[in-house]
């Protein structure tokens, strides 16, 4: 009680897990379906708003699906408050259009081939009721607008096509003289000119004026600007800045500054290319401007660290600002170690507060404000860790996951093996890990989870290890696991609690 008046609420606990259920597929294979490689998703992308979606596949596509159950829900804003559509409803989407963005290119000083693989998708601000998004290959990053054209049609033919007689002879009129079609008549000789154009009395009933009408809409996705030429090496991140105005691009050894409006000029902001190549001991793995500090970015490295650059403090940020990195434990390397422990993407938190990277083995959440370490760790797959020799051999140790935030806040999630993807819970206190198969059936490979388990550090800074739904190389119903199936993309929707992940060639999409 304070002054006898106020009640001092409890402090709430952790949210309650989350159900997810099967919302739509797109792309759906048949069983024994062969995959095309250039029909494999490579990228996926939720607008803010979260009303549009883009995905990217090996064949340099872009395809864009729209959200139809808020088009549909009619009525006022406060009829559809009072029928509560965020409880009885869920994210539906639609194909909306797809559109080549990239093509296969050769490099002729290099004698190196350039695929036309889509490596990520960002988008940008609308502007009247157009659609822009930014969409990058290895080498070239590309603008595009996508918005509604009318389509022009005649309506009303010059002609009545029941009297038309043939090329644009008409076949009756109050005349008894015939006239062609270019307004001449048969039986006139060339050089009286005064009376070529006469009209008979009345005119002519079935001569129209043409009627151009717009009946139909048709989505044109147009190229505005090509940036290309800036890279050396491939292009793994591109991020749009919360100016609205500028983005950055990022390959293995440099971070490149651009104007939307300029695709001639870029900055290089970043560079970690050492001056005797057998020096270079680690790369840029993915970089991110912050969601709402247009000066802050911060970038991952192979080594398992990430740094926090600001834009104010010099035209070249080679220094960094904070650096964000765990210390080994004693005794624990091994031949794999460096190869795990480098980062295959960065993900900034709605509020720029906290930072998710994801790398080989676990999802670890940073807070910008403590450098020390991250404040929790969460094992994606440690039953994998036996089989790491395995993993080498095949090269799936090189396997770049991504992973995602929930707008909220409280959730993490990335992917795994035999279409797999993991939940988990970030909120204080929460136990909250789920896996789900990317299937109609979401919930069929449940198994029990561990329980986190927690490991105190100096200064009474808690870090919590949680480990996911943890299992040998069979899952609860006896499956083996598939290494050729892998879940590398997936993204959260920016207001609601639901996922779109890609399988192979298959969209599935989730909602709890």
């Known amino acids: 009680m304070n002054g006898g008046d106020e009640v001092v609420a409890a402090p709430a606990g952790p949210p309650n897990p989350l159900e997810w259920k099967f919302s739509q597929v797109f792309g759906e294979r048949t069983a024994g379906e062969e995959v095309q490689e250039v029909d494999i998703i490579s990228a996926i992308e939720f607008d803010k708003s979260g009303d549009h979606l883009a995905t990217g596949d090996r064949g340099g596509r872009v395809v864009l699906f729209e959200r139809t159950d808020t088009k549909d829900a009619g009525g006022s804003r406060r009829d559809r408050e009072r029928m509560d559509y965020s409880i009885s409803r869920h994210p539906e989407f639609r194909y909306k259009t797809e559109f080549q963005s990239h093509e296969p290119e050769f490099d002729y000083l290099k004698s190196l081939e350039i695929e036309e693989k889509i490596n990520k998708i960002r988008w940008c601000q609308t502007a009247n009721g157009a659609l822009f998004l930014l969409s990058t290959n290895d080498k070239t990053i590309k603008f595009w607008k996508v918005q509604e054209k009318k389509i022009k049609k005649i309506s009303e033919m010059n002609v009545d096509p029941s009297k038309a007689l043939g090329n644009g002879s008409i076949g009756s009129s109050s005349s008894s003289r015939a006239y062609l079609a270019n307004g001449g008549a048969p039986d ?221 806040g409280l959730r993490i999630a990335t992917g795994s093996y035999s279409n797999l993807f993991r939940v988990f819970g970030c909120a204080p206190g929460s136990a909250e890990a789920t896996t789900l198969e990317a299937s109609k059936n979401p919930m069929r490979r449940q198994v029990p989870t561990s329980t986190p388990r927690q490991r105190s550090l100096g200064n009474s800074i808690t870090r919590v290890v949680r480990r996911g739904t943890e299992a040998p190389s069979v899952d609860a119903n006896g499956n083996s696991f598939d290494f050729t199936t892998k879940l590398l993309h997936l993204a959260w929707h920016p207001t609601e609690n639901s996922i779109a992940c890609a399988a192979a060639n298959s969209l599935y999409m989730y909602y709890a």
């Open 188 to 408: 006139r000789s060339h050089n009286n000119l005064s009376n070529d154009l006469s009209f008979p009395p009345g005119g002519i009933p079935s001569l129209k004026l043409p009627v151009v009408s717009s009946q139909e809409t048709s989505l044109l996705a147009r190229c505005r600007r090509v940036y290309a030429h800036a890279h050396d090496y491939h292009i793994n991140s591109i991020s749009n800045n919360s100016d609205g105005e500028t983005f950055i691009s990022a390959d293995d050894l440099r971070i490149n500054l651009w104007n939307l409006e300029i695709s001639n000029q870029s900055f290089n902001i970043v560079d970690v290319k050492p001056a005797n190549m057998e020096d270079l001991t680690e790369v840029i793995t993915s970089a991110e401007f912050h969601p709402t500090h247009c000066n802050t970015l911060a970038y991952s490295s192979s080594k398992g660290s990430i740094r926090l650059v600001d834009l104010r403090q010099s035209a070249l940020c080679d220094s960094h600002t904070k650096l964000f990195e765990e210390q080994e434990a004693p005794g624990s390397r091994s031949f794999f170690t460096e190869i795990i422990a480098s980062i295959s993407d960065i993900k900034f938190g709605k509020d720029g507060r906290y930072i998710l990277s994801r790398d080989y083995m676990t999802l670890k959440l940073w807070d910008i404000n403590m450098d020390s370490g991250p404040v929790a760790t969460y094992q994606v797959h440690e039953y994998l860790r036996p089989k790491l020799c395995d993993l080498y051999e095949n090269d799936s140790i090189f396997d770049k996951f991504e992973c995602c935030l929930s707008g909220d």
